[in-house]
């Protein structure tokens, strides 16, 4: 399954809304119903922490600012209000299709 | 807390092999399939490989660009995963990270080894 991210690079301003769009090359409901559509931030020099499991769902520690949503095939991580911790790379992954999992491009954010 | 640490990165010629290690906390390891998944430079993520856990035989699965080459096992005594990298390419240069798989997502990530090959 390919994963689709846009754009690449988001140029934002602090305290503006951002979104980042990711597309699947097929349906992502599994199965069993549910769809396993990730979203994993990375900030600079570090390893990736989930924000974001099975489309809307948010971890524990998620600042409430950020959100996802979609279905199918289509899928988009909002950001608010961006702040400055926000800088890093965005990367959503599919989950539904195994082997493998598979990850969009990357989203670069920056101020 | 769950907490993932890896640890044998260094600087490896081409061909030669490098194991690394994913020391687990926090969790019922021996419950959980243990990935691995690397970023070269500048690059994005790709998946590597996968063990599964005693009820599956502890199968293994692994990426067409290093199927044959690595090799995943663990150790449930030592909450511990493992990947052996043998002859080992420029390409292979990345950071890897073990993460802990949910059945669709990757829950936890270990702080990365890197991997350098070059002569």
């Known amino acids: 399954v390919v994963m689709t991210q846009s754009p690449l690079f988001l140029p934002v301003t602090l305290g503006q809304p951002a979104s980042i769009s990711c597309r699947s090359s097929q349906s992502l409901v599994h199965s069993d119903g549910n769809t396993y559509l990730n979203w994993f931030q990375q900030r600079p020099g570090q390893s990736p922490r989930r924000l974001i499991y099975?489309?809307?769902n948010r971890d524990s520690g998620v600042p409430d600012r950020f959100s996802g949503s979609g279905s199918g095939t289509d899928f988009t991580l909002k950001i608010s209000r961006v702040e400055a911790e926000d800088v890093g790379f965005y990367y959503c992954?599919?989950?539904?299709?195994?082997?493998?999992?598979?990850f969009g491009q990357g989203t670069k954010l920056e101020i | 807390e769950v907490q993932l640490v890896e640890s044998g990165g260094g600087l490896v010629q081409p061909g030669g092999s490098l194991r690394l290690s994913c020391e687990a906390s926090g969790f019922a390891f021996s419950d959980y399939y243990m990935d691995w998944v690397r970023q070269a430079p500048g690059k994005g993520m790709e998946w590597v490989g996968r063990?599964?856990?005693?009820?599956?035989?502890?199968?293994?699965e692994y990426a067409a660009s290093v199927r044959g080459r690595f090799t995943i096992s663990r150790d449930d005594s030592k909450n511990s995963v493992y990947l052996q990298m043998n002859s080992l390419n420029t390409e292979d240069t990345a950071v890897y990270y073990c993460a802990r798989d949910d059945h669709g997502s990757y829950s936890a990530w270990g702080q990365g080894a890197l991997v350098t090959v070059s002569s």
């Open positions: 992954m599919q989950g539904s299709h195994w082997p493998p999992y598979t």
């Open positions: 099975e489309v809307s």
């Open positions: 063990i599964t856990y005693k009820l599956e035989s502890y199968s293994t």
